[in-house]
C-alpha cells in the first residue's frame, strides 16, 4: 500500500511535535537550550510516531496508545534516564515520597511518570498531531520501513540518553530493579494487544460539548500536577504539617501516598467520564482533540509554576514559557479548525469507541 505525501508531513509533525511538548511546553527547558533535542527528537518523537503506527495499523485506539506510552514511560524512565531508581536524579530526592524500600522506587514519582508519559508526552502529542491532519488521524502515516526507522530512532536515543545519564550521575540500577521494568514493560504491552478491539459507537445520548470536555480534562489534569500542593494543604488545614515545616518537607514527611490516592483519584474520574460518553454515537474526533488541547494547556500553564532543569536567566524563562504556551494555543487552534472542517465536510473516517 502506497501512502500519499501529507501523510509523510504528520509524520514529521508529530517526530517534531513530541519532545517539544514533553520537555519545552512543560517548561523543563528554555527556549535558548535546544541541543538536548538532538536526543530528545528521536527518542520522544520515534516513540511517539512508533506507538502510533502500531495502534491505527492493528485498528486498535486510545486504550492501546495509552498502555504502550506506559510501556514506553518504564524503558525510558526505568531504563534510560533511570529516575525510577535514582535517589539523585536533577538533585531534587524524588523518590523520598511514597518510598517503597523493597524496590527502591517512589510510589508518588511512579504513578506520575506513567500519567505524565502515557497521557502527554505520548498522548497529547498524537492527539495534536492527528488534529492538525485529521481526515487520515485514524490511518497510517508510515510504511513498515518508516515504522521501523521511527523504533531505530526511539532506541538509539534512549542509548545515548542512557549513556549521558550514567555518566553525569554515576548510577545504574540494580539487575532486579531491571529485570522488574522489563516484567512490568511487557504486561502493558500485553494489555495493549489484548484489550479488545474498539467496536462502533451505538450508544446514543448526547455527549458533552468539547468545550465541556476539554475543561474537565484541563481540571482533572492539573490536578495531578497540584498533587503535592493539594495534599500539603489539606493535610495542613486539618493541623497534620508542622508549621516551621516548609513545602517539600511536609510533602516527603507526610504526604506521599495521599498524593498517589489523589493521582489515582483523578486518574479513576478521567477515565470513567471518557468511557461513558466516548461510547456515546455523538462522540466526535473534535472530542478527542479537545482532551489532547487540555493536555498541552496544563503543560504550558504549569510551566510557570516551576524553573527549567537547566537555570537560565529569568527573563529568559519567563519568554520561552510564553513563547511556548503561544505556539501551543496556535497548534490548537488550527488543528481544531481543520478537524471541524473535516467533520463538516464529512471527510473524518467513521470511527470506534477509542
Known sequence: MSYPQRSVLAAVTLFILAPLVAEY????F????LSPLIIMTPMYGGGALLIREVTRRTGRGWPTMLLLGCAYCLIEEGYSTQTLFNPNSFGMHLLVPAWIPALGI?????????????FWSIGVSIALAEGLFPARARAPWLGKVGACVAAVLCAAGMAVNAAYMIRH??????????AITGIFCAL???AAFLIPVPAPRTKTGPAPSPWLTGLAAFL???AIFLAPAITVILVAMRGGARAHMNFFDAFNANLGWAAVAWILCADLVFLLLLRAFSRRSSW???????IGAAGALVYGVHAFTQL???PAPKTIVLASHMLFLVLALAVIATAARRTRSALLAGLQQPIPTE
Open 169 to 178: 550521575y554515576h548510577f545504574i540500577a540494580s539487575t532486579t530493579q531491571f
Open 188 to 190: 502493558f504491552v500485553a
Open 106 to 118: 517512589s510510589g508518588w514519582w511512579t504513578i506520575f511518570m506513567l500519567n505524565v508519559h502515557a
Open 25 to 28: 511546553l512543560l517548561g523543563d
Open 220 to 222: 482533572l489534569g492539573f
Open 30 to 33: 528554555a527556549v535558548t537550550f
Open 284 to 290: 466526535t474526533a473534535l472530542h478527542t482533540f479537545s
Open 308 to 310: 527549567p532543569v537547566v
